[in-house]
């Protein structure tokens, strides 16, 4: 199967803005940013999308939170941004390898009225 451009930078075959990285995940900034802050929150195990996660990947999703509490802390956003995740091509989704997006320095709330 080919691998995906995500898993391309994984395995350093691509470049790419690595931000953090440990045994689970890489954080990577967006090559095509729609935000002044626009990273991806990407695990290492190559899930094609949210919806084929399975029971067995809890810990891992809650490490994705935890890491984006984290990162979002050390670029001083904590208090304001959005993440994304499209599933599915009809919602957007590119890239077949599960992502989150991290988007900062931009008002998204005129689409998520609270
Ligand atoms: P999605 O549309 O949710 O699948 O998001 C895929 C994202 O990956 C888009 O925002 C792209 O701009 C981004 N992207 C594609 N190729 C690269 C790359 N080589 N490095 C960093 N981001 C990328």
Do not use: W
């Amino acid at each position: 199967m080919t691998k995906t451009i995500f898993q391309k930078i994984i395995d350093r075959e691509v470049p790419s803005k690595i931000l953090f990285e440990d045994d689970k995940c890489i954080v990577i900034e967006d090559i095509a940013p729609k935000a002044p802050t626009h990273l991806l929150v990407i695990p290492k195990k190559p899930i094609k999308k949210l919806s084929e996660v399975k029971p067995d990947d809890k810990n891992l999703l809650g490490h994705l939170m935890i890491v984006i509490s984290e990162i979002t802390k050390q670029l001083n956003i904590e208090d304001a941004f959005n993440i994304i995740i499209n599933n599915g091509e009809e919602a957007g989704q590119t890239v077949f390898h599960l992502h989150i997006h991290i988007l900062a320095g931009k008002n998204f709330s005129e689409f998520f009225p609270g």
